[in-house]
């Protein structure tokens, strides 16, 4: 392997690893509901940049999956966050 190469290699690898330690530090340093719902709002972000940013072309069976999705997170935030919020009622009085 030439030293180019090995350059390459070695930065590719430092590229996949910091995000990989950033994750790992925020994982333990944040609420799980929090990362569970960014985990799930990155891939619908990327996937809304595909489509309407950069036009690719997509079929009423996308969108409609891409509906479902939402309505998914939606209902399992509010489940969270009521959740969340009866756990602190009784801290409250």
């Keep these: 392997m030439t030293w180019p190469v090995a350059l390459l290699v070695a930065l590719s690898g430092l590229a996949t690893a910091i995000p990989l330690v950033t994750f790992a530090y925020s994982v333990q340093h944040s609420h799980y509901l929090t990362v569970n719902f960014i985990q799930y709002l990155n891939p619908l972000i990327q996937f ?3 489509v309407f940013l950069l036009h690719e072309p997509m079929l009423a069976q996308g969108y409609a999956a891409f509906g479902v999705i ?3 997170i939606a209902v399992y935030s509010f489940g969270a966050m009521r ?3 009866e756990r602190l ?3 409250a009085r």
Excluded: I, L, Q
């Design 70 to 72: 939402w309505v998914t």
């Design 89 to 91: 009622k009784p801290h």
């Design 48 to 50: 809304c940049m595909a």
């Design 83 to 85: 959740g969340y919020w």
